[in-house]
């Protein structure tokens, strides 16, 4: 586990694009935290890493943004999801199974559905230094991940 405190929206894009540059095929990231944390803007640094042009928004109303680039990035907003099943019916395991990275944000609230191996992200607020600041912990969970958390501290990071 890594803990890693942003000071500001860019630095907490800039860990995702870290982040991002390590990511490969077949990878999904699970971000937690309240709204307003920075969930969109950690997914945006991972987008500018996979080389994606243009502006990153948050699918809460349509669950799921498709974007392309050196790898296509599927961005899940699942805060409006009313049960797993919907998941499914949007076609979930082939997003998760299938050829580019998967981003979910509020992957709290479909727990039980997420596949044993994956990378969490939690963004905390840390008001003790400024509004902006973040807590940001990244655990890696499967054999998936063996080394990226090395990498990952090799960029630099982590407090």
């Given at each position: 586990?890594?803990?890693?405190?942003?000071?500001?929206a860019e630095e907490t894009t800039g860990l995702g694009e870290k982040l991002g540059r390590l990511l490969q095929k077949g990878d999904?990231?699970?971000l937690?935290?309240?709204?307003?944390?920075g969930k969109t803007a950690f997914t945006g640094g991972i987008a500018r890493a996979l080389?994606?042009?243009g502006y990153i928004t948050s699918p809460t109303f349509t669950i799921v943004n498709e974007?392309?680039?050196?790898?296509?990035?599927?961005?899940?907003?699942?805060?409006r999801i009313g049960d797993t099943d919907e998941m499914y019916d949007?076609?979930?395991?082939?997003?998760?199974?299938?050829?580019g990275i998967t981003v979910i944000e509020w992957a709290d609230l479909i727990r039980k559905i997420l596949p044993d191996e994956r990378i969490e992200v939690k963004i905390e607020k840390d008001d003790k230094d400024r509004p902006d600041s973040r807590l940001i912990t990244?655990?890696?969970?499967?054999?998936?991940?063996?080394?990226y958390e090395g990498r990952l501290m090799n960029e630099g990071?982590?407090?």
């Open positions: 586990m890594i803990k890693f405190k942003a000071g500001s999904t990231v699970c937690t935290g309240e709204l307003g944390t080389e994606i042009e974007y392309e680039g050196r790898i296509p990035l599927y961005h899940f907003d699942v805060y949007i076609g979930f395991d082939e997003y998760i199974y299938g050829d990244i655990e890696f969970f499967g054999n998936r991940y063996a080394g990071i982590g407090c």
